[in-house]
Structure formats: structure tokens, C-alpha cells
């Protein structure tokens, strides 16, 4: 399996940004009045304070990119774009049960073919579920792991003129088994609004049916930026 190198180090980059804010920042923005000569009070309202990680629901809608190939072999991948919905259920204060359903369309390289077809349109969707645990966290964001599993559905044939996927290398259309692993950074903007960044790994094992079926294992990098809304239910 191939896990690309700059995942880890994107997360790591995003999650210390994500949390670093140091105990002088929150001391300004607790302040809450201060006197004036000569003018009055004002009073410092702080966006944050009622943040609270104890709502039993969560939805989420980020714009999406995808890194894939289309084929076993293919040299180039396909960089797609689409859009993720995520929604959770919390259990406990730590863990709950997040589902993502995950739109990826674009174009892809293609093998050399006699047929002069380049570029053609792919499209990857995923739908998965499972368990995720709400890690370090404060006010100002937190960091969320998830791992789900479910399945891909790849349409590689739409724009092959009829012709084999073989012509081209690429995959049959089909449904397989899909996974993805990773978590969320999210940057809190009020008491249920926020910033959410989510690096993952997509794991996706599609047949290859060019007369004898032989069962392709690929890692590949995915990212979402978008937003989270919190209910008011509490756990």
C-alpha cells in the first residue's frame, strides 16, 4: 500500500496551528469591562466563552479533494475535487460514531492507446462509517481522530467511447470496499460554528478484470476544508 509521505506532516503542521495558543491570548479575551476616564465602560465580549464540548450532534460540509489513480499501473493519478457531509453522534465525552458520504469527480491521465483518448472523466464515492475519539482540545479547537469503513464506488468507464477500460488502464466501474482513516482539526468561531480541516487517508481495493480478477490495494491522500455546525442537544 502507498501512504503518501507529506500526509503525517501536514497533519502534524495543521494540528500545532490548530492549538497553539498560549495563555496570554485567552487572559485578553476573558477580560469582560474595563473603565474609561472620562467615558464610560466597555465591555469585551468573548466569542468563545460558551464553547462546550457536550452537544450529541454534529454535521459538517466541506469542499473536498482527492488524490487517485484510475488503474493499477497508471503513472499519472487523478487530482479530483468534490465535496464531503459528515455527521456524528456522540456517545461518551470522548468517543462517538461519525458517517461521511464523499463526491469525487475530475478527469484522469490515461495509458497510451491507439483510440486518442486523453484526459477521460472518473469519478470516485464513498460511503463509510465508524468510531471516532475526540482528542486534545480547549475554547479555541480540537483534534478529532476517525476511522470508517464502507465502500467506494468508481465509475472509470463513462468516457472511454465504448472501448474497453483495458484500452486505457484503467479500472472496471464497480463498487469495492473502501476505508477512511485520519481526524479533523477544528478552529472553534463561536459556540457552535466551526472552521474544520480534515487530512485523511482513503483506502480503496478495486478488482481488476482484464480475464482474470486480481484484487488492487490503494493508499491515497484526501483533505477537506469547510465548516461544522453544532446542535443544542446535550449528551
Not at 61 to 72: E, I, V
Not at 73 to 97: E, I, R
Request: charged share 15%.
Amino acid at each position: 500500500m502507498r501512504l503518501p509521505v507529506s500526509f503525517p506532516f501536514a497533519f502534524a503542521a495543521a494540528a500545532a496551528l490548530a492549538l497553539c495558543t498560549g495563555p496570554r491570548a485567552d487572559a485578553q479575551a476573558q477580560s469582560t469591562a474595563s473603565p474609561t476616564a472620562g467615558v464610560g465602560t466597555y465591555i469585551v465580549v468573548d466569542p468563545l466563552a460558551g464553547v462546550r464540548y457536550d452537544n450529541r450532534y454534529d454535521l459538517s460540509l466541506g469542499m473536498a479533494y482527492d488524490h487517485m489513480k484510475a488503474g493499477p499501473n497508471l503513472l499519472q493519478g487523478s487530482n479530483l475535487g468534490g465535496l464531503d457531509v459528515s455527521g456524528s453522534y456522540w456517545l461518551l465525552k470522548h468517543w462517538g460514531l461519525e458517517g461521511s458520504g464523499r463526491a469525487y469527480v475530475g478527469t484522469s491521465g490515461a495509458a497510451p492507446n491507439p483510440y486518442h483518448i486523453n484526459g477521460p472523466f472518473v469519478a470516485q464515492y464513498l460511503f463509510v462509517a465508524g468510531p471516532e475519539w475526540l482528542g486534545p482540545h480547549n475554547k479555541h479547537g480540537a483534534l478529532i481522530a476517525h476511522a470508517m469503513f464502507g465502500g467506494a464506488y468508481g465509475k472509470f468507464q463513462q468516457d472511454l467511447r465504448g472501448n474497453s477500460p483495458s484500452v486505457v488502464g484503467f479500472y472496471n466501474d464497480q463498487v469495492a470496499p473502501g476505508a477512511i482513516i485520519g481526524g479533523h482539526i477544528d478552529l472553534n468561531r463561536s459556540a457552535k460554528w466551526v472552521f474544520r480541516i480534515t487530512p485523511d487517508a482513503v483506502i480503496t481495493r478495486y478488482h481488476i478484470d482484464y480475464g482474470s480478477k486480481i484484487t488492487q490495494t490503494d493508499v491515497n491522500f484526501a483533505i477537506s476544508v469547510g465548516v461544522e455546525y453544532k446542535f443544542k442537544k446535550k449528551r
